[in-house]
């Protein structure tokens, strides 16, 4: 299409045309004209240029005024702010009331009606020329407009859209981030409404929001317009794919959380009016879109971002909003914009917080950032209480719009009733560096105006809101000149909430994945209790089985799903380094707590000792339900393409229990050798010590748990305050299993590393591993950087007097 005067089609726009359409409508331009060729869809529009609104301000002589209202003027003086931005708004509104404006703008909408139908509904979305920036994002500073219909009421919200430059809340913008309002401009986006209020809408991040790991696209999404989700008036979906086993044909989503999705954003009667419905709960039950529309959307921001990353020089995440039209089912892009907060962090400084205290949890609800601040709260029902608010209060909402950031600045913390990880709340907490909860249900009514609570974000997806002021640290480590030891030092980690976070820190892959974390915390159930739910004799517990199970075609598949996503979701992060996950290692009593546990767990006197590990996995009582952990990580090895996996069998008593255990997973896909499958044993009971050789035969690794076996070689029950002080890993006797299980590995050619808790509590066992020649050190988080820095310190020679004398 012809452009005329004003007018730019999207099919004439590239993005190097942001001077004059400012940054979205180029990247509109650019998505329609560029990537349609390659799958992407991108409604048909145009755009009314930023030349447009300058030349209707020079012609109305509107500049001398405008910079007698703005020049000098102080942002923290809300009233006269309110008062000059409110004139400074109606002369341009007064100045864009052109005759040229309106036909140009009557001529492109026909041409539009000639291509969708008469009364075509469209968006009106501003872009600024200092918009989408990689350093600055202008997110919801400017008016946009849904649902407009006809000509006349298209150029009348133009006007207002063009007028939105002058948002109180866009003048503070450009005063904070150094933008002389003079040398902004703003253009205006008109297109085609994609019918997603029938339907559902998102946005999607070609990286993770909270720890800027690159390797996923994050996908949100809800029921009808997208509004909702950017404003955070609903807690959305979220999907989770990973780019490099996508790139190489493995098209599965990592992980889903199912959000509450309230209401719905529709349509209303009348032009440019739009209102929201509640969705019926059977409705919010279900996820808003399939695997496969997740799937394509992941095509859809992958091929975004390595076009617009060729064009920058540089990888460049992105910002995407996209819709589903309800007419056609497609799946549309509506906007693409640079990511500004989570790509600009330093990689090598790691900033981490974590709690030196505990209390009473008086909320929860989504981590925003990973920060923790402590303040006491103010309750804002609505804007009108904005200016109550005091610098370093806890500000709690339903839901925050962008009129409410010059509060949230100033904010200790944020806590909101509901939204995502995408919502207005979310994505200024993270500009600003201020922790937040957002979809607390009910904090309103826990957290009572002036009460002094802590925020916690440090804890993985789940924020909560602490009462009182407790304690925390903060340390800062720059890990740029960090020095690496020979020796691998591992993670050792059970939540796969922490795991995107916990890949940034400097690391050689996950010593031991724990199983045990997944089965607790996301699925609940006994997997016995899916295998035969008929078993399950209380009507209370077989009801929320089934609730819990209702989106599933089996209970089975239920298990399979949670399982495979937890432990892919951290196999994915640390992608391709080795992850080792250990079978699961529940004694009978902690599987007997599960729901629906305790039909199916034997009663035992001293369960650490009874039927536990390797013994439970080919016995009739369990088998089944081993079959479904054996189908989880075939999932995750062979349809998510993770074959970093690796498995590791816990508490292998004898060789023959070992081989019954290999055959059993051997008969359910999980052989070893088989697509590089390396299974290890852990190396936690003497007798793993005295017949290494023979393990060795039958396992391709080892790893020492530290914890179990200095429980059984000094016969101290360590649970047993009593005797807690004859516990302790330093003991000769120790250090010697340690050392004859090393060398017996490496006579064997075996590869041995450490996964219990004594490298990282002594620094003196850790040096003394590494001298010994131990492969691999696995420990927590909090404990790698000094572990790292033992290590070097072993291998360098420096600490030789550190190693117990009864084993040099």
């Known amino acids: 299409m012809a452009a005329a005067g004003n007018v730019r089609w999207f099919s004439d726009i590239r993005l190097h045309d942001v001077a004059s359409v400012g940054g979205k409508n180029a990247s509109l331009g650019e998505l329609y004209s560029t990537l349609s060729g390659r799958g992407v869809r991108v409604p048909n529009g145009f755009v009314l240029t930023a030349q447009s609104y300058r030349d209707a301000l020079s012609a109305a002589g509107a500049w001398d005024r405008l910079h007698e209202l703005l020049d000098g003027v102080d942002k923290t003086r809300i009233d006269v702010l309110a008062k000059r931005a409110g004139e400074a708004r109606d002369i341009v509104f007064d100045a864009t009331g052109t005759d040229r404006l309106r036909q140009e703008i009557t001529a492109a909408y026909q041409q539009l009606e000639s291509e969708y139908g008469a009364n075509v509904a469209v968006a009106v979305r501003s872009s600024a020329t200092a918009e989408d920036l990689p350093t600055a994002s202008f997110a919801g500073q400017h008016e946009s407009f849904l649902n407009v219909r006809g000509a006349r009421n298209l150029f009348e919200a133009c006007r207002r859209c063009f007028a939105s430059i002058f948002t109180d809340r866009a003048i503070s913008y450009r005063i904070d981030n150094g933008f002389d309002h003079f040398k902004v401009a703003l253009s205006v986006g008109v297109m085609k409404m994609v019918r997603a209020d029938q339907a559902s809408s998102g946005v999607i991040f070609t990286l993770d929001t909270e720890s800027g790991f690159r390797d996923v696209v994050f996908v949100t999404g809800v029921y009808g317009l997208g509004e909702n989700i950017v404003q955070g008036t609903v807690d959305p979906d979220e999907f989770y794919v990973h780019k490099p086993t996508f790139r190489q044909g493995h098209r599965v989503v990592l992980s889903r959380s199912l959000g509450g999705k309230q209401m719905r954003m529709v349509y209303a009667r009348g032009h440019g009016r739009t209102k929201n419905v509640s969705v019926p709960r059977p409705v919010r039950e279900r996820f808003c879109i ?203 980690l059970g939540n796969p909430e922490l795991a995107l976070r916990t890949a940034m820190l400097p690391n050689d892959g996950v010593g031991l994945a724990r199983m045990e974390f997944i089965i607790n915390e996301h699925i609940g159930v006994h997997p016995m209790a899916l295998v035969d739910p008929e078993k399950v004799t209380s009507r209370r517990v077989r009801k929320e089985i089934q609730r819990r199970v209702r989106n599933h075609p089996s209970p089975a598949d239920y298990f399979v799903e949670k399982l495979s996503e937890g432990v892919g979701l951290i196999a994915a992060a640390f992608y391709p380094k080795p992850v080792i996950v250990r079978l699961s290692d529940f004694k009978s009593n902690e599987y007997a707590s599960l729901l629906g546990g305790t039909g199916f767990e034997p009663k035992e006197e001293n369960p650490m000792l009874g039927f536990r590990g390797a013994s439970r996995y080919a016995h009739p009582a369990y088998a089944a339900g081993f079959a479904l952990e054996c189908a989880a990580l075939r999932r995750v090895r062979e349809d998510m393409g993770l074959t970093n996996l690796r498995i590791m069998v816990p508490f292998c008593r004898r060789v023959e229990e070992a081989r019954r255990v290999l055959d059993a997973m051997a008969s359910h896909g999980l052989k070893r050798g088989q697509n590089g499958l390396e299974i290890y044993v852990m190396c936690e009971i003497p007798n793993n010590v005295i017949r290494i050789d023979a393990f060795a035969e039958l396992f391709d690794g080892f790893s020492i748990g530290s914890n179990d076996l200095t429980q059984l070689t000094l016969g101290v029950d360590r649970d047993s305050e009593i005797v807690a002080f004859d516990f302790d890993e330093r003991d000769p006797g120790m250090l010697e299993m340690f050392k004859l299980a090393v060398l017996g590995a490496k006579r064997n050619g075996r590869h041995i590393g450490i996964c219990g808790e004594a490298p990282a509590n002594y620094p003196e066992i850790a040096r003394f591993l590494a001298q010994i020649g131990i492969d691999a050190i696995s420990v927590n988080p909090s404990s790698i950087l000094r572990t790292m820095q033992a290590i070097c310190d072993a291998e360098a020679g420096s600490r030789l007097a550190d190693v117990p004398e009864a084993v040099k």
């Open 290 to 492: 399939d695997d496969a529309d997740v799937l394509k959307l992941a095509d859809y921001a992958i091929t975004i971002e390595d076009h617009y990353s060729a064009h920058a020089g540089h990888p460049m995440p992105m910002d995407i909003e996209w819709a589903k039209d309800a007419d056609d089912g497609r799946l549309y892009v509506i906007q693409a914009r640079p990511e500004t907060v989570a790509s600009r962090r330093t990689p090598t400084a790691f900033e981490s917080y974590s709690l030196k205290g505990t209390a009473p949890v008086l909320a929860t609800g989504r981590a925003v950032g990973e920060r923790i601040a402590a303040g006491p709260t103010r309750v804002i029902a609505d804007a009108r209480g904005l200016s109550a608010f005091r610098p370093g209060e806890v500000l709690v909402a339903t839901s925050t719009s962008p009129d409410w950031e010059p509060v949230m600045k100033v904010a200790a913390a944020i806590v909101t009733e509901r939204g995502g990880r995408t919502c207005h709340a979310a994505i200024v907490a993270r500009e600003l560096g201020v922790p937040a909860v957002v979809g607390a249900t009910g904090a309103k009514d826990a957290l009572k105006a002036g009460r002094v609570v802590t925020v916690c974000c440090a804890e993985g997806d789940v924020g909560r809101v602490y009462d009182g002021n407790v304690p925390f640290e903060t340390n800062l480590v720059d890990t740029s000149e960090l020095k690496r030891p020979r020796t691998a030092i591992m993670l050792n």
